[in-house]
Structures are given as structure tokens and as C-alpha cells.
């Protein structure tokens, strides 16, 4: 299994301002992902991240908005811009791994409160 | 677009109750997650199951995988406060992305 750090933890920010979350994983890993969710409700997939390409956004996601950065194989970066209060939730990032292609490893994630 | 619907997306129960959460979908998966989260924390993977009418025990918690691979369920027998959490199923085919179940929250009152 991957361990994963993410930082900040939480955070309470202004409206119209930006965050950017870190993603630092223990190994080096193909692809890297970001999920939004809202407390205790299911994960929203916001786009795949590969190393040397620029990333894959899911439908309702654009890069203008949550711009992400994949510069090596263990660290990625998501930023929130221009932040709403619509935009409070839970970040994750996972990567893929185990002994069954689909099982995934998540990072503690990122608290975000916008005012 | 594959949708995997779980139930009940609440369930309060006392310590020592058996409860089961049911994870439902019209497609196929070649595996399935069950994945559970606690505040403040990332989900942590609990079991996958890859083979249709599968069933994997973990302690007191028991897996089933459905023989068409379309659904699957989670029991937990004599139920304690530690259990409390979000339980998230997850399936996925070959290299597709993963769909998340909808979710079901666990309260377990000592």
C-alpha cells in the first residue's frame, strides 16, 4: 500500500481567493487523483493526473478552475481558484495500487471552508 | 454511466446489533472495494472481491460479491462503537475509472 500526505489539513479562506493542496506520495506511481466530497457523501472524481502530460478532467471540472500541476512521479498539486462558498468541501488525492488494479490508497485530505 | 446505489445511506444502531449495507448496480465489475472512512480521514480499503458469489470474511465483518458481479453486500455481526464510519463501496472494470457507491453512514451507540 502507498502512504500519502496531503497538506494543509483544513483550511478557512476568502471568497475569491486560491488554494493550492499538495499531494506527496511514498512511491512512485503512474497516475494520481483528485476527489471533492462533501461530508459524510460519496466522492466526486475531479480529474487524473499523469506525470508529464497535462491532466484529465471529468465532466463539471475545468482546468481554468482547478488547475493541477504533476511535475515528478510521487507529488501533485490541485489549486481551487477564485474560490465560492459552493467550493467548501473535502480534497482527496489516491493513487491506484495493491494487488487488484482498481484498489486505491487515499490521502488524509484537505478541509476547505471558503467564506 | 455506471452507477452504484447503496443501502440504506443511514443506519443508527446499538452496540451489539448485526446490521447489512447493500451495494447495488446494473453493470457488471471485474472487482469491487469496500472502503471504510472515518472523520477527518481518507477512506481506508477494507476488502476487494473479484470473483462472482465470493465471500470474504474480516473478523466480524463478512463480504459477499453477487454471481452476475453486479452487487455485493457487507455484514457486520455483534456491532461496536469502532465500526462507526462511512462505508463506500467502489467497482471497476479492466483500466476504466472507478465508480464510488453512493455511501452509507454508521452510527454504532455504545
Known amino acids: 500500500s502507498a502512504v500519502i500526505s496531503q497538506k494543509p489539513s483544513r483550511d478557512i479562506c476568502q471568497r475569491g481567493t486560491s488554494l493550492t493542496i499538495q499531494c506527496q506520495v511514498d512511491s512512485q506511481v503512474t497516475m494520481m487523483f483528485w476527489y471533492r466530497q462533501q461530508p459524510g457523501q460519496s466522492l466526486t472524481l475531479i480529474a487524473t493526473?499523469?506525470?508529464?502530460?497535462?491532466?484529465?478532467?471529468e465532466s463539471g471540472f475545468v482546468i481554468d478552475k482547478f488547475p493541477i500541476s504533476r511535475p515528478n512521479l510521487t507529488f501533485s498539486t490541485l489549486t481551487v481558484s477564485n474560490m465560492s462558498p459552493e467550493d467548501s468541501s473535502i480534497y482527496l488525492c489516491?493513487?491506484?495500487?495493491?494487488?487488484?488494479?482498481?484498489?486505491?490508497?487515499f490521502g488524509p485530505g484537505t478541509r476547505l471552508t471558503v467564506l | 454511466t455506471q452507477l452504484l446505489e447503496q443501502s440504506p445511506q443511514f443506519l443508527s444502531i446499538q452496540e451489539g446489533e448485526n446490521l447489512t449495507v447493500y451495494c447495488n448496480s446494473s453493470?457488471?465489475?471485474?472487482?469491487l472495494q469496500w472502503y471504510r472512512q472515518e472523520p477527518g480521514e481518507g477512506p481506508v480499503l477494507l476488502v476487494t472481491?473479484?470473483?462472482?458469489?465470493e465471500v470474504k470474511k474480516l473478523k466480524r465483518l463478512t463480504f459477499q460479491f453477487g454471481d452476475a458481479r453486479k452487487d455485493s453486500s457487507l455484514h457486520i455481526t455483534a456491532a461496536q462503537p469502532g465500526d462507526t464510519g462511512l462505508y463506500l463501496c467502489?467497482?471497476?472494470?479492466?483500466?476504466?475509472?472507478?465508480?464510488f457507491g453512493t455511501g452509507t453512514k454508521l452510527q454504532v451507540i455504545p
Open positions: 493526473a499523469n506525470q508529464g502530460s497535462e491532466a484529465t478532467y
Open positions: 467502489a467497482g471497476g472494470s479492466g483500466y476504466q475509472k472507478v465508480t
Open positions: 472481491v473479484v470473483t462472482g458469489g
Open positions: 489516491s493513487v491506484r495500487g495493491g494487488q487488484v488494479y482498481n484498489e486505491q490508497f
Open positions: 453493470s457488471v465489475f471485474s472487482s
